[in-house]
């Protein structure tokens, strides 16, 4: 009886950990995922910008983005 104990408690802080772990990694994937959503939002509010007020210029972008020889 001591010894199943003894066992489901060794079982239980070895899963705390795991679970602790596996947390914090889906976490920073979760962190690095909002961070890059953030900073396509803000491309997509400055090239809107740029589309709405100098449209050869947001050419210009899309093309030296996209990897398209200029003309």
């Known amino acids: 009886m001591v010894r199943s104990i003894t066992g489901f408690a060794a079982f239980a802080v070895v ?3 795991v679970l602790k772990l596996l947390g914090s990694v889906f976490g920073i994937a979760l962190s690095l995922v909002g961070t ?8 997509f509010i400055i090239y809107l910008v740029l589309r709405v007020f100098s ?4 050419d210009k972008v899309k093309e030296t983005i996209s990897g398209k020889p200029a003309a």
């Not at 890059?36 to 491309?43: Q, S, T």
Request: no cysteine; charged share 0%; aromatic share 26%.
């Open 36 to 43: 890059i959503i953030y900073f396509a939002f803000w491309g």
């Open 55 to 58: 449209p050869s210029t947001a």
């Open 15 to 17: 899963a705390m950990i």
